[in-house]
């Protein structure tokens, strides 16, 4: 079966410190992954990964896709209370457009 | 543009009501789907619709009735929901073109609660 594991699953951490955030995952016909932000409602779109090596940044996050290794990591620099939120994976495959999803990580950042 | 909305933003129906959740995009995008998502878990896919016919029901008990009357619009009709159905419901749209973006853009969700 498809799955997608994100760790760790929370992290409290301090504002300015850096974060990095794992998505592993095993499936069948991939077609992307994306990373998500979920504070108290929508799910907002991060980034979209399709291929391996190359990162994708957009101002202090930025995220990587290992396809060899199935796994893809995200990163926050110089950490703000207002990065607080479920940060989630989930990867598109297959024939439809469906995603699944991690269960996601929970950050806290503390002033 | 990237918004999705959706109505209304808190339901609280009976187990005997009947009641519709609504949702737009002015994208054109021709894939919009129904999520639901309780406390703490991630969305759980309910339905797909692309090109405004049903392609994925994940097996989503007949109480929920999704309809696609164009486009633009896509509908959840509940009826005689159970208290485990309170969550919040989101809908989303993608643009669902050969060799473009899966990236699906979510609505706000409408939170309901079934007493």
């Known amino acids: 079966e498809d799955k997608v594991v994100q760790s760790p699953l929370s992290l409290v951490v301090h504002e300015g410190d850096t974060v990095t955030l794992n998505c592993s995952y095993e499936?069948?016909?991939?077609?992307?992954l994306l990373w998500y932000k979920q504070e108290k409602k929508a799910p907002t779109f991060l980034f979209m990964l399709?291929?391996?090596?190359i990162e994708k940044k957009s101002g202090r996050l930025s995220s990587i896709l290992d396809k060899k290794e199935l796994f893809s990591i995200l990163n926050i620099t110089a950490t703000q209370t207002g990065d607080s939120a479920v940060y989630l994976c989930?990867?598109?495959?297959?024939?439809?457009?469906?995603?699944?999803f991690g269960k996601g990580t929970l950050l806290t950042v503390n002033p | 543009d990237t918004e999705v909305t959706q109505t209304p933003k808190h339901l609280v129906m009976g187990m005997t009501n009947k009641k519709s959740l609504k949702c737009e995009q002015h994208?054109?995008?021709?894939?919009m789907y129904w999520y639901k998502q309780k406390a703490k878990k991630p969305p759980e896919l309910m339905f797909v619709?692309?090109?405004?016919?049903?392609?994925i029901n994940e097996s989503v008990p007949s109480r929920f009735s999704p309809e696609c009357p164009n486009s633009s619009l896509l509908n959840l009709h509940l009826h005689a929901l159970q208290p485990e159905d309170s969550a919040l419901y989101l809908c989303?749209?993608?643009?669902?073109?050969?060799?473009?973006?899966?990236?699906?853009?979510f609505g706000p969700g409408t939170r309901l609660t079934v007493l």
């Open positions: 994208m054109g995008h021709r894939a």
């Open positions: 989303a749209s993608s643009q669902e073109r050969a060799g473009t973006t899966d990236t699906q853009y």
């Open positions: 619709y692309s090109y405004e016919k049903l392609s």
């Open positions: 399709t291929s391996s090596g």
């Open positions: 989930a990867y598109s495959g297959g024939s439809n457009y469906k995603l699944t």
């Open positions: 499936v069948t016909n991939f077609r992307s």
